[in-house]
């Protein structure tokens, strides 16, 4: 199992929000396919899977908050 985390996303963002799921659970992912898109007030991000597998959880809907550290998906 692998835990989705945000990365640091610059010195600084504090928060980003979820944009686009790109994948919902249940389904087939591979390693640095796009999963999400995050977007802060000075960027958009498109975060890539890191592992290969099959979408356990989304644990953040689009539209909320996040934070870098915050573990938002989990792949198994």
């Keep these: 199992m692998t835990e989705v985390t945000v990365p640091n996303l610059g010195d600084a963002v504090v928060s980003a929000t979820v944009s686009i799921w790109h994948y919902s659970p249940g389904d087939s992912i591979k390693k640095d396919d796009n999963l ?3 977007v802060t ?3 958009v991000f498109n975060l890539p899977s890191p592992a290969a597998g ?4 989304l644990l953040f809907s689009e539209g909320e908050t996040i934070k870098p550290g915050e573990v938002i ?3 198994d």
Excluded: C, P, S
């Design 41 to 43: 007030d000075k960027a």
């Design 73 to 75: 998906a989990i792949i």
């Design 54 to 57: 099959t979408i356990k959880q």
């Design 36 to 38: 999400v898109e995050l």
